[in-house]
């Protein structure tokens, strides 16, 4: 009687890692876009074969809506936002961090992960289009939560609305990942940034004093 060899199992490579895998597929489509993101690339990319990709994460959709969720669970913002510093300084590190992400790329800068890709995805995809509509309502709600405190702390007057400059503070952001992907320059950037810092904030010698509260002094 003739032994047969086990059958070769397609399970996940060895040294399987999903987040950096997610990494990888992740750059793809940052990339070239979920449309034009082959599933050849996908594979080239995270050292997986079609059957190990499906087994790990779904179809093309469902990987790119979890790269989606990855991105946006990262929480650069709020940390940045977070900072002890006041709404101008929170302002400027968030733009600066941005434009710096936005430049960097080894095939040339490819802006903001969320706009340059599920812009154009959601026209066609239900799934993304509320994922990207929640993903924005996000960004607003916690620069919406950073200049209520700063309005709190005295920074901005009392009459100020904070979820007209939040959505004007995410604008901005969102102009800065376009502008990017278009190859404008660090230069132009770093100028639309301190334009959108002074509309939110006020000319720097008009802006208001930050007051400690009393007995801190």
């Not at 434009?99 to 969320?114: D, H, K, Q």
């Not at 939560?145 to 939040?166: F, G, M, V």
Request: with cysteine; aromatic share 6%; glycine share 8%.
């Amino acid at each position: 009687m003739v032994q047969k060899s086990p059958a070769k199992r397609r399970g996940r490579p060895r040294g399987y890692d999903p987040a950096v895998a997610l990494a990888r597929a992740r750059d793809v489509f940052w990339d070239a876009g979920y449309a034009a993101a082959s599933l050849d690339d996908l594979s080239a990319a995270t050292g997986m074969n079609r059957p190990s990709l499906y087994g790990a994460f779904g179809d093309k959709q469902a990987l790119y809506l979890k790269t989606l969720e990855e991105y946006r669970a990262g929480g650069k913002l709020r940390a940045a936002l977070a900072q002890d510093e006041t709404l101008r300084a929170s302002l400027h590190r968030v733009y600066t961090t941005a434009i710096s992400i936005y430049l960097a790329g080894e095939n040339g800068p490819r802006g903001c992960f969320l706009i340059g890709t599920a812009l154009t995805a959601s026209v066609l995809d239900p799934k993304v289009r509320a994922t990207f509509f929640d993903a924005l309502g996000e960004i607003d709600a916690e620069f919406e939560a950073r200049i209520r405190r700063a309005q709190h702390d005295n920074e901005l007057p009392r009459s100020a609305n904070p979820p007209a400059l939040a959505r004007l503070a995410a604008a901005v952001l969102h102009t800065l990942a376009i502008r990017a992907r278009a190859g404008a320059p660090r230069a132009l950037l770093e100028t639309i940034a301190a334009d959108g810092i002074a509309l939110i904030c006020g000319p720097r010698s008009h802006a208001r004093r930050r007051i400690a509260p009393p007995g801190t002094r």
